[in-house]
């Protein structure tokens, strides 16, 4: 499957941004579906991860409560709502796909085998 991320972009503090990942060659069905970001310099990281079946999410502690991961199957997307950013939320985001048969949501980047390009982040103080 490939993916294509969009709606990054420059945000003041406190502000909000909608990521949207959309998802062609194959269904999204059966694909456990993750957001990650990378800042200069860091690591890649975890974020945010869907699972496709009943569309259990789950979230690092650094964003829990502030972003929202879903997930529209009928277009094959997948969205990463974030509120009250912080500068510390600026990064490279990437949306990644898993297939899967269990119904899980996986959290580590060598669980994904499909990525995005990534869309760029950048939140002002």
Do not use: H
């Amino acid at each position: 499957v490939q993916l294509q991320a969009c709606g990054g972009g420059l945000v003041q503090a406190g502000g909000s941004l909608r990521l949207s990942c959309a998802g062609s060659g194959r269904t999204f069905n059966r694909f456990a579906m993750g957001w990650f970001r990378q800042a200069p310099g860091k690591e890649r990281e975890f974020v945010a991860a869907i699972s496709w079946n009943d569309g259990s999410t789950y979230y690092s502690d650094s964003v829990k409560g502030r972003f929202t991961i879903s997930r529209e199957s009928a277009k094959n997307t997948v969205y990463l709502q974030m509120n009250s950013l912080k500068p510390e939320d600026t990064a490279v985001y990437y949306c990644a796909a898993s297939f899967d048969y269990s119904g899980r949501y996986y959290s580590r980047t060598t669980e994904y085998d499909n990525w995005g390009q990534g869309t760029q982040v950048t939140v002002s103080s």
